[in-house]
C-alpha cells in the first residue's frame, strides 16, 4: 500500500526564487491547458505539446525553459485527470460526493510542483531537485523504502514541505490487542467511548478566536495590492496553520492510540457535511474535525490490519437503552442524562449511545452473536477470517 511521509524544508534565497519560478510555470501550463480545453473541448489532442514544447519556442512564453521540465508535464497530466474525475463522477461512475470542474489556479493560494524519479533524489538531510540542486530537510523519520515522487509544497503561511510518495508493507495484526470499542463523537467531549472514557475536545479554533477576529478585521481595513495588506494576510494564514497543526497533532495520536490498544472498532457515519449547516453548531462542528478523525482511523485499521465497522446514521444510537434496547424516544440536546422507562437503568447519555454503536456494529455479544438490525459498513477488513477472532475471544 501507498503512503505519504511530509517533512519541512528550508530552502534559501535563491532556491525560493527557483521554487517560484517553478511555481508560476506549472500553474500557466495548468492555466494555459485548461482554457484550450473550455475553448476547444475536453477532446482536442496534442494540448501537452502546445502549452508546453511550442509555447517555449514563442517569445510570450519563453521562459517556461528555464525551470524543470518534468512538473510541467505533471501539472499537465494533473488537469487530465482532474478532468477525468469531473467526468466519471457526472456519469455516476466515481463513487463519493460530486467533483467539480476544474478551475483556473491563482498565485495567491497554495502553491505546488511534482516532481517523479528522474528529477529528485533523496539524501540524509536534503532533498535535491532538477535546476534547484539540495534544499535542507528536516528528516523526522527514514522513509521506509525509495519514494517514487515528491511533491514540493508552498503554503499560505509561506511555509515549505516536501511530500514523499512511498510503498509500504501492511503490518501483520497484533493478537495483544483482543479488545473491541464503540465511539461516539460529540462537541463538549470530542469522543465518548463504550468503556467510559471521555476524551475532551480541544476547542484549537476557539482558543484564537480573538486573534483571528482581529487579524480578520485589520486585513479588511488594508487597501488592496498594498504591502500592509500582504502583511495582514500572511499573519491570518499563520493563526489558522497554527490550529490546523494543532488539530492534526490531535488526531494522529488519538487514532494511533486506538488502533493500537483496540482489534475491532465501531463509529458512526455521521453527515457532516448536513450539520455544519446549522448556524448555531457550524463552527464548533468544523472546528472538532470529524471528518478528519474518521479519515484517518480509517487509514489506520487499513495499514494495521485492525476491523472498522461504520454502522448506519439512522441508528437511534441515543434513543435506545444499551442494557435492554427499549427505544425511549427523540431527547433533545441539553438531556445528558436519563433513565430507561423498561428496565429502570439510569445512562450518560454518550456512553449510552457509544455502547449501542458497539452493539450495532456487531462488536459485543448478544443474543443473536451478530449486533440489532443495522446496515453496517466494513471499511477495514482482517486478513484472516472472522470466525478466527470468535476462537481467540476478540468479538
Known amino acids: 500500500m501507498k503512503a505519504r511521509f511530509k517533512y519541512r524544508i528550508y530552502p534559501n534565497i535563491n532556491q525560493r526564487i527557483q521554487l517560484a519560478k517553478q511555481f508560476g510555470c506549472n500553474r500557466t501550463v495548468w492555466n494555459d491547458a485548461l482554457a484550450i480545453y473550455k475553448k476547444e473541448g475536453i ?198 496553520a497554527k490550529i490546523k497543526d494543532s488539530r492534526t497533532d490531535f488526531l494522529h495520536k488519538l487514532t494511533t492510540r486506538l488502533v493500537r490498544e483496540n482489534q475491532a472498532l465501531a463509529i458512526e457515519d455521521l453527515n457532516v457535511s448536513g450539520l455544519v449547516k446549522n448556524r448555531k453548531l457550524s463552527r464548533a462542528i468544523s472546528d472538532a474535525g470529524w471528518y478528519s478523525f474518521r479519515q484517518l482511523l480509517t487509514a489506520k485499521c487499513d495499514k494495521y490490519n485492525r476491523h472498522l465497522v461504520v454502522i448506519n446514521r439512522w441508528e437511534a444510537t441515543s434513543q435506545k437503552c444499551s442494557n435492554c434496547g427499549f427505544n425511549g424516544g427523540k431527547k433533545e440536546l441539553n438531556v445528558r442524562e436519563w433513565t430507561c422507562l423498561n428496565c429502570g437503568t439510569h445512562h450518560d447519555r454518550d456512553i449510552c449511545a457509544a455502547k449501542n454503536i458497539k452493539v450495532a456494529g456487531g462488536l459485543s455479544e448478544t443474543i443473536n452473536e451478530c449486533g440489532r438490525d443495522c446496515k453496517t459498513t466494513s471499511v477495514a477488513r482482517p486478513s484472516e477470517p472472522l470466525t478466527t477472532y470468535k476462537q481467540l475471544g476478540l468479538f
Open 43 to 240: 477532446k482536442t489532442k496534442d494540448v501537452d505539446k502546445r502549452v508546453i514544447t511550442q509555447a517555449k519556442k514563442t517569445e510570450e512564453r519563453h521562459w517556461l525553459a528555464e525551470v524543470s521540465n518534468i512538473p510541467l508535464q505533471q501539472s499537465f497530466r494533473d488537469l487530465k485527470q482532474a478532468y477525468s474525475n469531473f467526468l466519471n463522477s457526472l456519469k455516476g461512475k466515481r463513487k463519493g460526493k460530486k467533483v467539480g470542474e476544474p478551475k483556473f489556479k491563482s498565485k495567491h493560494s497554495r502553491q505546488t510542483a511534482r516532481y517523479r524519479i528522474g528529477g529528485f533524489s533523496v539524501h540524509s538531510e536534503s532533498v535535491k531537485l532538477a535546476k534547484i540542486g539540495h534544499i535542507r530537510m528536516v528528516v523526522t523519520r527514514q522513509l521506509p523504502s525509495p519514494p517514487t515522487s515528491v511533491t514540493v509544497i508552498k503554503d499560505t503561511a509561506n511555509r515549505y514541505f516536501a511530500s514523499f510518495v512511498v510503498e509500504i508493507l501492511q503490518h501483520e495484526t497484533s493478537l495483544n490487542a483482543t479488545k473491541s470499542i464503540g465511539i461516539d463523537l460529540g462537541l463538549t467531549h470530542f469522543a465518548i467511548f463504550s468503556d467510559g472514557e471521555k476524551i475532551e475536545n480541544p476547542r484549537y479554533h476557539k482558543k484564537l478566536l480573538n486573534r483571528i477576529k482581529k487579524a480578520n478585521k485589520k486585513l479588511s481595513r488594508c487597501k488592496k495590492g498594498s504591502k500592509r495588506r500582504q502583511n495582514a494576510k500572511l499573519k491570518l494564514a499563520k493563526l489558522h
